[in-house]
């Protein structure tokens, strides 16, 4: 691997969240600062949210939404609008917190020479160097996963530079600061942190109102954290911090636990044991060299399954901040590319693990109270966008916490198909948090009006079956749920005036029409919503021969495709968004929501639907290059599949554009921050992996048995290779070329495959081998 494409690095401290440097291991987070007078941890716990348990849904809604039905199918989509925001929608989702930040002060800034600061993305470790007169300050930071524990490592040697000089003492006194109610004191060579999250999360309009219930039932989730200090030097555990001198070297450990046990329960009530086993814990850390072996073992089994090599200009004498910015005048850097494509896996291992909660809309890094958009699981594209690398890059573990969640959700979502609805099966609406909300938040119709997440977030339970041939998955856990799904949208569907069965009524995420002299968003359906419930049924179809059942359900699945209404194309040959063709308020918005069926599902394709692919590429020309970090990733997507490397490459460029740490603007487009993280802005992680996603489309692309290779490769990307991706069907792939053209392909799987290249179909019948093929 290149150097340049395996290093962040820095010749200067981070003054801004987005220029601090993230580590994590699935459930504790840490952004590293690394400033010489301080060290600040900005931490996190995965589990850390507010509220409670909750049951905040209008019963028999669906009264109200059986009269909106009928208000939208008659063509009165202002009055269904009122109607929906008056009476069907429901309550804001809680919030992910902050968990405190750990200062280490290390006295009044002093000049310091040789400063660099790195994160190696090879093994996951965050490193600070400096020097101050004669003496060389070494840190170095992870997080562990098997440790369940944050590790800093931190040293005062001579810096070699004089002859019989004195090395200055390591000397430090570490403080806790956070937001939330918090409780710092010593016992046994420990300080220990107790905390409360906050119970009461109430948003009104723009404003919060954040508080603590004294109730017990209305409680928050409770927690410990534990710091222990192991060093050379005199250690002091003061009323409330830790006290470091005489120094050579020092080792902190940082952990937490918390009495969150579930979506379903009390967590002051009903909570789990969480004291001892924070301490326990912290207490059977002490060599600092074996949790760094056993953390950088565990991290590589992940992080090298897959390599990218796309060249290289030799960059990596120039500080990361810096190539960024020089990147906005000049693009000739291959190495950006594979460097942002390394981090993006890197986010992936550390904020998605087994037994972690999902990666929320900032991953597991969040340094607010209120944090932008809650800081939840958005599911109306960004959460979903975050789970899009996993199975490509043959990471299936870390999908595990999101089909975690939406079996959960398949559970509580329930309820709200009942209330909402009045139909079986199960529903979810565009957020989820903590607590496992499916209702219709609050608001506007726009974003709260969009009962479609169960459906897509089944695509994900489907597609870890594609990728991984597990079957006892797709029998126990997928095909369930994609039924109950599937129940769901059945029951909700209605004829519309032509005779074809819709889901009315509907919204497109989140763009709005004009509509009588008003703004609208609620049609008699949308593309996107047929998209949904058309690729659901399909797969529930697929699952069900495979598992040779439900024949019956199968039948009438059969029946009803047949009945649904087909894709429409509008008068400038673009792919219709709404019902009708409507003019829309904002033509450059920022999501397609529209092109689901080109991206993520193949329900259009340039094989199979021609004239609809051209629709795709009409609409993606009408929509504009520009948009947020997350739209400017999905795009990528879009562009890839539509075989246009170059295209995809563009919006590739624009999601490397250099975005300043201060202050936010999304009108004027989306970018990467000094630290990588995506800049919506604010900070969203999901445009991070949708670049991966992209760049793995641009490269190599599978749909059932099929493998296409270098479907998109940009002129730019002239030579290289790619191992480790994993096609559907559990195929492993490896791919070279040169000059543009594909010179080699490794195959590893079980079964038949078709391999797709240049417009040529090649079969072959693999059988658990390596299979080489080279090309002239």
């Not at 534990?226 to 009323?239: E, F, I, K, P, T």
């Not at 080792?251 to 379903?264: A, L, P």
């Amino acid at each position: 691997m290149n150097k340049d494409s395996r290093m962040l690095w820095y010749d200067k401290p981070a003054n801004a969240w987005t220029q601090a440097l993230p580590v994590g291991n699935g459930t504790l987070g840490a952004m590293v600062y690394g400033k010489t007078d301080k060290e600040i941890l900005s931490l996190n716990h995965d589990e850390l949210w507010s509220g409670f348990p909750q049951d905040k849904s209008k019963k028999n809604s669906y009264k109200s939404f059986v009269e909106a039905r009928n208000l939208a199918l008659a063509g009165k989509l202002n009055e269904a609008q009122t109607r929906i925001e008056a009476e069907c929608l429901g309550a804001w989702t809680q919030a992910y917190m902050p968990l405190c930040d750990l200062v280490v002060h290390f006295g009044p800034k002093r000049k310091v020479a040789d400063y660099r600061r790195c994160l190696d993305l090879t093994d996951a470790i965050t490193k600070v160097e400096y020097t101050i007169n004669e003496t060389k300050y070494k840190r170095e930071l992870f997080a562990s996963f098997p440790g369940k524990a944050i590790a800093m490592k931190l040293t005062a040697e001579s810096s070699g530079k004089g002859k019989d000089f004195a090395t200055e003492e390591l000397k430090f006194t570490l403080s806790v600061k956070s937001e939330i109610k918090t409780s710092v004191y010593p016992q046994n060579d420990m300080l220990l942190i107790d905390g409360e999250c906050p119970s009461k999360f109430i948003r009104r309009g723009d404003k919060h109102d954040i508080g603590y219930y004294e109730e017990d039932e209305k409680r928050g989730i409770h927690f410990r954290g534990a710091v222990r200090v192991y060093s050379d030097g005199n250690v002091q555990y003061l009323s409330d911090s830790i006290k470091v001198s005489g120094a050579k070297e020092a080792v902190i450990y940082f952990t937490c636990e918390t009495s969150f046990n579930g979506w379903d329960k009390l967590p002051y009530l009903e909570g789990k044991e969480y004291k001892n086993t924070c301490i326990n814990r912290i207490l059977k850390l002490e060599d600092y060299e074996t949790l760094k072996a056993s953390h950088i073992a565990d991290y590589k089994s992940y992080y090298d399954r897959v390599k990218l090599n796309i060249g290289s200009n030799g960059k990596e004498d120039i500080a990361t901040e810096q190539r960024l910015k020089d990147f906005t005048k000049d693009k000739n850097d291959l190495g950006l590319y594979t460097l942002l494509f390394n981090f993006g896996r890197y986010l992936a291992i550390a904020s998605s693990r087994e037994g972690s909660q999902p990666s929320t809309l900032q991953g597991i890094w969040n340094n607010q109270l209120n944090p932008p958009w809650h800081s939840n699981y958005t599911v109306n594209i960004n959460t979903e966008m975050n789970y899009w690398p996993m199975l490509m890059c043959g990471m299936p573990e870390l999908n595990l916490p999101l089909v975690e969640m939406v079996k959960d959700i398949s559970v509580s979502g329930q309820k709200t198909a009942k209330d909402y609805y009045n139909a079986p099966g199960f529903v979810c609406h565009h957020n989820i948090d903590l607590w496992r909300h499916t209702l219709p938040v609050q608001g506007s119709a726009v974003y709260a009006f969009w009962p479609m997440a169960s459906g897509w977030l089944s695509r994900h339970l489907y597609e870890h079956y594609e990728y991984t041939l597990d079957k006892a998955f797709l029998s126990t856990t997928a095909y369930p749920i994609l039924k109950m799904a599937a129940e769901f949208y059945m029951a909700i569907l209605v004829e519309d005036k032509d005779g074809y069965l819709i889901a009315a009524p509907s919204t497109s995420p989140e763009n709005s029409f004009f509509y009588k002299g008003k703004t609208c968003s609620v049609s008699q359906t949308s593309t996107m919503t047929m998209s949904i419930i058309k690729d659901l049924f399909y797969n529930c179809i697929k699952s069900a021969e495979i598992l040779e059942l439900d024949n019956d359900f199968c039948d009438l699945l059969k029946i009803t495709l047949e009945k649904m209404l087909p894709f429409k194309i509008g008068s400038k040959g673009q792919l219709l968004e709404w019902y009708e063709e409507m003019v829309q308020i904002e033509p450059h918005h920022r999501h397609v929501s529209h092109l689901y069926a080109l991206h993520p599902s193949n329900l259009i394709s340039l094989e199979k639907t021609p004239e609809l692919a051209q629709a795709c590429k009409k609409t993606l020309k009408l929509r504009g290059d520009n948009g947020t970090g997350w739209s400017l990733g999905w795009k990528i997507n879009f562009w890839a599949r539509l075989r246009d490397g170059n295209h995809a490459l563009r919006l590739l460029d624009k999601q490397l554009r250099f975005v300043k740490s201060t202050g936010f603007n999304y009108s004027t487009g989306g970018g990467t921050y000094a630290n990588l993280f995506d800049a919506h802005p604010p900070f969203q992680i999901d445009g991070n992996f949708g670049a991966v996603s992209g760049m793995v489309e641009m490269l190599m692309q599978s749909t059932d048995n099929n493998i296409y290779l270098l479907p998109a490769l940009p002129d730019k990307w002239s030579d290289g290779s790619i191992e480790g991706l994993t096609a559907k069907g559990n195929v492993k792939v490896r791919i070279t070329w040169k000059n543009g053209k594909l010179t080699k392909y490794e195959l590893t799987g079980v079964g038949a495959v078709n391999v797709f290249y240049d417009d040529v179909k090649t079969e072959h019948i693999l059988s658990g081998k390596k299979l080489t093929i080279e090309l002239n």
